[in-house]
């Protein structure tokens, strides 16, 4: 008889053949500036955490004491008997901060996207999606009985092709649903959301935008996407992020009216049907928003550092692409360059993930840098040194 199992292996192994597979790196310790990666210690330069708050010591109390007095887990989902006061008041402060009527907090972001998006359109509706949107968007597309048509990225008058063909569809759609990435992960450009918010209002379609990279970076007090553009809540519908990137914790969230709450807790599945958050979790999550109303410095540091950072990039003559973020790709073309110059940066102390085929095109390899609050000044030069050495060792730059 064959192995029924025979194709994990061989599969595994094409991955490892064609150098698509992933080698886990270990870091030992918090997701610090200086922090160790498999036992060697570098600066961080690809970790989400923009703002330092995963290892900021109000989160870390607040996490001890919620264990302290609710314990490590919260006993059940939420709708039967895992709602706790934590979670309850991690929304209202959530709303509050993002200036909406209602916000709901989900597992993660992926459980966000991949629940409630299927239940937003269905049979007869159709969901509009920029082509470079984020893995859970797809997966929560493909989940949705809609319709689906695809835009040029970050292209408003593509969308407005989309949209008028859709206009002439017979019969006519129920519900259009346009979503966006905020902030794109790859570029670290900003989605155009006043003009797709514009169009959409001119097409009665509902707006989503999925803001984990714009949040604790854009807007006021890092406020994020829809505070950046000063947009109102009648023309941006859904405004969906995580607590997983600046906000340093874990967690996926909405913000909307109190009517998209009500929806969308009764019916998305991964919020029905999963534990809720551990009590340190809410609590710390709780904390990082104290923290963002209470510390402004944090985004200006963090924004400070971004220009910086940037400007040498550009004055030594890498490639830095169109980003206007914290993301700062550094592209090389080639996958091998970029894992050689990724290599390289690790051995002189800077760890830097190179992003390649598939995950971007095959010409647009790179490596990802995402900047971080708390670097001081003097690692910021370290980093830039090592950039430049193994920039003219690999003749980059
Ligand atoms: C990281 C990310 C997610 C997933 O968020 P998690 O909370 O980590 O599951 C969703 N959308 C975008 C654009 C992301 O970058």
Request: hydrophobic share 40%.
């Amino acid at each position: 008889m064959r192995d029924p199992t025979s194709f994990l292996a061989q599969e595994y192994r094409e991955l490892v053949d064609s150098a698509t597979d992933w080698k886990l790196r270990v870091l030992g310790g918090p997701s610090a500036p200086w922090c160790t990666i498999d036992g060697k210690k570098v600066l961080m330069f690809c970790s989400n955490n923009y703002l330092g708050l995963s290892n900021h010591p109000k989160l870390i109390q607040a996490a001890i004491e919620a264990t302290r007095t609710h314990g490590v887990g919260s006993g059940s989902v939420r709708p039967i008997a895992g709602n706790m006061d934590l979670h309850v008041e991690l929304e209202r402060r959530l709303a509050r901060f993002k200036r909406a009527d209602a916000s709901l907090v989900y597992q993660s972001g992926f459980a966000t996207n991949s629940g409630l998006i299927p239940q937003l359109a269905g049979e007869g509706d159709l969901i509009i999606s920029d082509e470079l949107n984020h893995g859970s968007i797809i997966d929560g597309v493909r989940l949705s009985r809609a319709e689906r048509a695809v835009y040029r990225h970050a292209d408003p008058s593509d969308l407005e092709r989309v949209l008028a063909a859709a206009e002439e569809h017979r019969p006519s759609y129920r519900r259009i649903l346009i979503i966006t990435d905020g902030v794109f992960s790859m570029d670290g450009d900003i989605a155009p959301l006043d003009r797709i918010a514009e169009l959409g209002a001119r097409h009665g379609a509902m707006v989503y935008v999925d803001d984990a990279h714009g949040e604790g970076v854009l807007g006021e007090g890092g406020r994020g996407i829809v505070s950046h553009f000063g947009l109102s809540r009648d023309r941006v519908h859904v405004e969906m992020g995580t607590f997983s990137k600046a906000f340093g914790v874990v967690g996926g969230h909405i913000s909307g009216s109190k009517a998209l709450v009500d929806f969308a807790y009764n019916k998305s599945r991964t919020w029905l049907l999963s534990g809720s958050h551990p009590p340190p979790v809410a609590a710390a999550c709780l904390a990082a928003i104290d923290v963002l109303e209470n510390e402004t410095e944090h985004v200006r540091r963090l924004w400070d550092l971004t220009h910086r950072f940037k400007s040498a990039m550009a004055g030594l003559g890498f490639d830095i692409g169109q980003s206007t973020t914290p993301i700062t790709p550094i592209i090389v073309r080639e996958s091998r360059v970029a894992k050689a110059l990724s290599d390289r940066l690790f051995a002189l102390g800077v760890f830097a993930l190179p992003i390649v085929y598939p995950m971007v095109a095959k010409d647009k390899a790179r490596i990802r840098t995402i900047m971080n609050a708390a670097l001081t000044d003097d690692d910021l030069s370290v980093a830039i040194s090592a950039f430049e050495k193994a920039g003219r060792e690999l003749k980059l730059i």
